[in-house]
């Protein structure tokens, strides 16, 4: 049996399931945030625990955010990108 890669094992589970395509973007802008504040909590030489204190919140709080599992609100955000030297900016466009 051949190993597929993630990216082909997607491709073949959107062509099966179009519903699934869908959910899946919608999600885009919740992964690049998560991925951004990673990224940024790296360059700052944080650890979890180091942002958490920060934050005045557990390292839990900071593992479950990463992790997908955590739905912040807008308030935290702020607060997390101010404890990383950072500034939040949200934008809605329109889709076309």
Known sequence: MKMKSLTQFKEEAFRKDPKLKEAYDDLEPEFKLISLMIRRRIEQKLTQKQLAKQLGTKQSAISRFESGSYN??????????RALD???????VGKR
Do not use: D, G, Y
């Open 72 to 81: 912040p609100t807008l308030e935290w955000m702020r607060n997390m990108a």
């Open 86 to 92: 950072a500034e939040l900016k949200v934008s809605i």
